[in-house]
């Protein structure tokens, strides 16, 4: 079984292809994961695998764990372009993410003001009035919509809640508007017997519809570039992902950051 890929709270600086040198913090379990979906092709592998037993890192190790490495890599004079919340399963679960998100902001602007925090989400915790604000104070606040119908929503990241629907989720996605980042993946194979494939005419259509209606910054289109728990799914295609852009950009009026 594929399993969970960071050990620490506090990882890297590593090259992300779409955001730089970063910085990764990891608020989940360091000997398991915790996520509200289940994604097919989560590079951390599947939550059958369990929690762990280390437990979520309470705050004030997050802060004082950060602290030490901002002050390492600044002695060393290493270059860093972002801090990014990513890990083990989705950061907006910890209960204490917005006090993290302050002493992150604080931190950053101590050792590194220059260097962006962004925070790479599913979405699925925007119900709650403190991750939304916390999510507004960062600069890159990016959120996932891989599919706006539910049966691919379902097949695709399968979120755990039984209650989650899309047109909720896009709903509460339109808050944030222009201080949001929509990060989608395209990809296709099989699970289970059962086609997932999110790069129909179709399914751009319905995205295209999502995005005007959330009005968000930019939409980041990517595709699988790591081993996936999933071994049926496939990298889609440069011309496919090219294509996509392009209507999303012509017809959505938003500009796309197109990672191939």
């Known amino acids: 079984m594929q399993r969970v890929l960071f050990h620490s709270t506090i990882f890297g600086p ?4 779409r955001l ?6 990891n608020l989940m ?25 280390a ?4 705050r004030a190790e997050v802060a004082r764990l950060l602290e030490e490495k901002l002050a390492d890599l600044k002695a060393k004079g290493e270059p860093l372009d972002v801090i990014t919340f990513s890990g083990n399963g989705e950061p907006t679960l910890h209960p204490d993410f917005e006090g993290i998100i302050d002493d992150t902001i604080a931190l950053r602007d101590r ?46 990241d399968r979120p755990t809640s039984p209650a989650y629907t899309v047109a909720d989720t896009v709903t509460r996605l339109k808050r944030f508007g222009g201080n949001a980042i929509i990060q989608t993946m395209l990809t296709s194979g099989t699970h289970l017997g059962k086609t997932v494939d999110n790069t129909t005419d179709a399914e751009i259509t319905a995205l295209i519809d999502a995005y005007k209606a959330i009005k968000p910054r930019e939409v980041m289109l990517y595709t699988i570039d790591r081993p996936t728990p999933e071994t049926t799914l496939r990298h889609t295609a440069p011309e496919v ?4 852009a392009a209507r999303i950009e012509a017809e959505a009026g938003v500009p ?5």
């Not at 360091?30 to 695998?49: H, I, M, P, R, T």
């Not at 796309?256 to 191939?260: C, S, W």
Request: hydrophobic letters at 40%; a neutral charge.
């Open 111 to 156: 050792w590194f003001p220059d260097v962006k925090i962004s925070v790479l989400s599913n979405a699925t915790m925007i119900h709650k009035e403190s991750v939304c604000l916390a999510l507004e104070r960062v600069d890159n606040n990016i959120l996932k919509l891989d599919s706006a119908i539910d049966s691919t929503v379902r097949l695709l």
């Open 14 to 17: 590593i090259h992300s292809r």
């Open 256 to 260: 796309v950051q197109l990672t191939l």
């Open 20 to 25: 730089g040198s970063s910085l990764g913090i």
């Open 55 to 58: 437990g979520m890192p309470p």
């Open 241 to 244: 992902l090219r294509h996509a």
């Open 29 to 53: 379990p360091s000997d398991g994961k915790v996520c509200s979906f289940d994604c097919l092709y989560c590079e951390a592998g599947f939550n059958a695998q369990g929690p762990g037993k």
